[in-house]
């Protein structure tokens, strides 16, 4: 199966014969209920593009996914990423939803509408405003531009959490269509949840309900790579430290979805939930959360709970990976800390009166309809 697969990549890689299924496609009228998501290149069912499929009227809507391994969503209508077939569903579709880039071979029809949701509210710096390059997607900077620009070239649409958002995405992503500051459609969840639902997710993940919950959320390093898409990730965060101060608290690793390969971390009240489909569903049980350069913390102060950061690299990842768009130091709640000891002394004097203006100008109150609005977006393209 794996030749197989790599000679229908090769297949959809050859300039001649894409050419060739634009043609027999664009014969073939566009379908005007059938919505196609795809979300992290396919590795997973996750994120904004659930969140939308979740809240979408689907008796009206013909909805399917592109993922890379359709077997682990037996529960969802899907489509293996990167076949004859997905390509055949993609020019077909009225209404394409992503959270990252589609493949570059797939070419948009007119009439079709691509809604970008993108994954994350900015901090380390995106795209054109990058000024270093450690990725392995691409040969260089150039190339990698090159990849992104011609698929911003078929956005319709661009989602923005906030004016800061928005301002950051301009620049990076030199979008120049409507830009939809509506929020996140996954943090629907995060303003209309009921105790039942922490105590749902809690029993699925086996953590009493006495517990405290504190989730881990780093993301990858653009350095620390093994090959196209596989990153590795060492967690210098001492649980065994952590669990000797805060006995009665369960610690939840959620590494990013770009990790492949991570130090085996096995003790007792640590779990790791990386392969959890639903993040929101990890910050609703979680009291406090740790994160590093990754943007999950902006999502995480809509809950108004407590989030600290763990940065014993942040000079070189400033300096050397990525760069900022806001000061680490200066612009959220609690400063970096460089060392175990400085993670556990800020959790042992958490105050939460910090966060209020950060959640003001991070998640505004009118967010909380995104869904609503989104759908509304979708109506109007569709029907």
């Known amino acids: 199966m794996k030749k197989v697969f790599k000679k229908i990549k090769k297949v959809l890689s050859s300039t001649f014969l894409i050419k060739i299924l634009n043609l027999i496609t664009s014969i073939t009228p566009i379908q005007k209920n059938l919505i196609i998501f795809e979300s992290f290149f396919g590795v997973s069912i996750s994120d904004n593009p659930l969140a939308i499929y979740e809240n979408i009227d689907r008796s009206k809507y013909d909805c399917l996914f592109l993922v890379n391994d359709p077997k682990k969503y037996s529960d969802f209508k899907t489509v293996k990423r990167q076949t004859l077939k997905s390509y055949f569903l993609m020019r077909k579709a009225k209404v394409i939803i992503n959270n990252s880039r589609m493949p570059k071979y797939w070419k948009k029809r007119d009439g079709q509408v691509y809604i970008q949701t993108w994954h994350g509210t900015p901090l380390k710096k995106l795209v054109h405003d990058l000024t270093t390059f450690n990725m392995p997607s691409a040969n260089s900077l150039d190339d990698y531009l090159k990849l992104f620009d011609d698929d911003i070239k078929k956005w319709d649409y661009l989602i923005s959490s906030c004016p800061y958002s928005t301002s950051c995405f301009k620049s990076a992503f030199q979008f120049e269509k409507e830009i939809l500051e509506i929020g996140y459609p996954r943090n629907y969840k995060l303003y209309n949840y009921t105790t039942l639902d922490k105590e749902s997710i809690k029993k699925k993940l086996n953590i009493p309900n006495d517990k405290r919950v504190v989730l881990y959320a780093p993301t990858y390093r653009d ?108 612009d959220f709640p609690n400063i970096p800390a460089k060392t175990n000891d400085e993670v556990i002394a800020q959790m042992k004097e958490l105050n939460l009166s910090n966060y209020q203006d950060f959640t003001k100008k991070y998640n505004p109150d009118k967010n909380k309809d995104c869904i609503v609005k989104i759908l509304n977006i979708i109506n109007e393209n569709t029907f």
């Not at 390969?261 to 009291?287: A, G, K, M």
Request: hydrophobic share 35%; charged share 25%; no cysteine.
């Open 223 to 330: 350095n620390q790579n093994n090959g196209l898409g596989e990153y590795y990730f060492n967690s210098k965060l001492d649980f065994k430290k952590l669990q000797y101060e805060f006995p009665d608290t369960i610690f939840l690793i959620r590494y990013h979805y770009l990790i492949t390969q991570t130090n085996d971390i096995d003790y007792e009240n640590v779990i790791n939930v990386s392969d959890y489909s639903t993040i929101s569903d990890l910050y609703l049980i979680s009291d406090l959360l740790i994160t590093d350069y990754s943007s999950v913390f902006f999502d995480y102060s809509i809950l108004k709970k407590p989030f600290l950061f763990f940065t014993p690299d942040i000079d070189e990842y400033q300096d050397d990976l990525r760069g900022f768009y806001l000061d680490m130091y200066l």
